[in-house]
């Protein structure tokens, strides 16, 4: 079930219009129709937060551990970090799109690639030169 559907389901079930959802987080029915047709997922992790107090729902529920290796790598590493998560996962998930390789295996090479580029990440952050060190800071 995608993200959109998840969102939908729970909405319905508690009888509320895509209007009284939006106006519970602070968002526009446009952003909660956008949600709900998986043109895009909320922005950052407090709305994924709010989404899912509004829908009664665990967060883990609605992010996927993609979603949730983005928001982790913004909150280390800023906006490059993200960008830098977007694309691997963007990349990753093509590579595999169509294939045969078993949802679990997928889910297993995707925590192991995303494990190796924290400790890039961390290995560039120590090892950089001090000028690049400020910066960053």
Known sequence: MTFGEKVQKARKELKLTQTQLAEKIGVSRRTITSYEADAFPPRTRELYIKLADALNLNV??????????????????????????????????????????????????????????????????????????????
Do not use: C, H, W
């Open 60 to 137: 883990n529920y609605l992010l996927t551990q993609e979603d949730e290796f983005i928001f982790n790598a913004q909150a280390e590493y800023g906006y490059r970090g993200k960008k830098g998560a977007e694309t691997l996962v963007e990349e990753l998930t093509g590579l595999f799109a169509g294939g045969k390789l078993a949802e679990e295996d997928m889910d297993e090479l995707m925590l192991a690639i995303q494990k190796a580029y924290v400790i890039a990440k961390e290995n560039n952050k120590k090892y950089a030169p001090k000028k690049y060190k400020k910066s960053q800071d």
